[in-house]
């Protein structure tokens, strides 16, 4: 039974106390564990009997039933019990709690990422809730950065939400970006995204970008100078009359869902250092012919943002520049 289930608890390389009443079972067990490669393992001299006997606290540490639901990221060796731990220490801000934060804000919860911020002015209207799954029709009228906040505590409650009730602007984006590990772009204007990228670059932080149109959608990371940036993709805003917004083309509800769940994808493996992350890689999604192609993209030695790390750009508005995609 102990090697049935010890790789959903450790790793090959974790520390693994076993004890008994006496421990002499446990003697067996651990080197029984040690011959199938766990070779931290130990037992429990005297078993719990001499602990007890020597007055010893007896109690589960405070954190390991809230492991429990973290039990299939442990039984993988790339993330293991090293791993969620790091998961539980890092922070992923997302920027829109809309179609592509929605998703991502979910399962980045569910993995347990110690804090996520939610960043949007925005409240929950009645159209949005055919593709932004984190609001319900009884939180209508909401801020919905308090309505993701509570769905998302819902889920797990041993994480932090922080809620940012704000527009992302020049004024405040610095601050916003500062605090946390990587950022989900999951904003839904051409504005907010150039000046995200203009802001990564002087905070240096990665950005896990995604966006949707129709039956269409896109996912790359932009690893501030060790790779392309948004820039380097697309190097000026539209004009306004190349970008309609959702309520003008439309979207189909599940599209958003799809790429968000790369977007939280992608986070992850930034946080833990696993895979082939999508930096020089832009991915594009068709869910009319259910086609999924890559797109190899460079850093442009003279792009107007990153082609200078000692000299980033500095942060501007663009709404006069193109209009906001609704």
């Given at each position: 039974v102990l090697m049935d289930h010890i790789a959903e608890v450790a790793g090959p390389g974790d520390p693994v106390l076993v004890y008994c009443q006496v421990g002499l079972r446990s003697l067996k067990a651990a080197e029984m564990l040690r011959q199938a490669g766990y070779g931290e393992s130990v037992s429990l001299a005297g078993g719990v009997d001499a602990w007890r006997r020597y007055g010893l606290p007896w109690s589960t540490p405070d954190h390991q039933p809230e492991m429990a639901r973290y039990q299939r990221h442990l039984r993988l060796?790339?993330?293991?019990?090293?791993?969620?731990?790091?998961?539980?220490?890092?922070?992923?801000?997302?920027?829109?709690?809309?179609?592509?934060?929605?998703?991502?804000?979910?399962?980045?919860?569910?993995?347990?990422?110690?804090?996520?911020?939610?960043?949007?002015?925005?409240?929950?209207?009645?159209?949005?809730?055919?593709?932004?799954?984190?609001?319900?029709?009884?939180?209508?009228?909401?801020?919905?950065?308090?309505?993701?906040?509570?769905?998302?505590?819902?889920?797990?409650?041993?994480?932090?939400?922080?809620?940012?009730?704000?527009?992302?602007?020049?004024?405040?984006?610095?601050?916003?970006?500062?605090?946390?590990?990587?950022?989900?772009?999951?904003?839904?204007?051409?504005?907010?995204?150039?000046?995200?990228?203009?802001?990564?670059?002087?905070?240096?932080?990665?950005?896990?970008?995604?966006?949707?149109?129709?039956?269409?959608?896109?996912?790359?990371?932009?690893?501030?100078y060790e790779g392309p940036c948004y820039r380097c993709l697309f190097p000026h805003p539209p004009p306004p009359e190349a970008a309609p917004n959702c309520a003008e083309a439309g979207v189909l509800g599940v599209l958003p869902g799809i790429i968000g769940t790369l977007q939280a994808t992608e986070a992850i493996k930034l946080l833990l250092g696993i895979g082939t992350s999508l930096v020089g890689t832009l991915l594009y999604y068709d869910s009319l012919e259910q086609t999924m192609d890559r797109f190899r993209v460079r850093r442009n030695p003279n792009c107007t943002a990153c082609s200078d790390p000692s000299d980033p750009p500095a942060l501007v508005e663009y709404d006069h520049l193109c209009r906001p995609m609704t």
């Open positions: 060796q790339e993330v293991g019990s090293p791993g969620q731990q790091k998961l539980l220490e890092s922070s992923v801000l997302i920027l829109g709690a809309g179609g592509l934060g929605s998703p991502a804000a979910l399962y980045l919860a569910a993995a347990g990422i110690g804090r996520i911020g939610l960043v949007d002015a925005d409240r929950v209207d009645l159209s949005n809730l055919q593709r932004q799954v984190i609001h319900t029709t009884a939180r209508v009228g909401e801020p919905k950065v308090t309505s993701g906040a509570r769905t998302l505590s819902d889920l797990n409650p041993e994480i932090v939400v922080e809620t940012h009730e704000t527009r992302f602007s020049a004024n405040n984006a610095i601050d916003l970006l500062a605090g946390y590990d990587v950022v989900i772009d999951g904003a839904d204007n051409f504005p907010t995204r150039y000046l995200l990228n203009d802001a990564s670059l002087i905070t240096r932080t990665p950005v896990v970008h995604g966006s949707v149109f129709r039956f269409e959608g896109q996912a790359s990371v932009f690893q501030p």
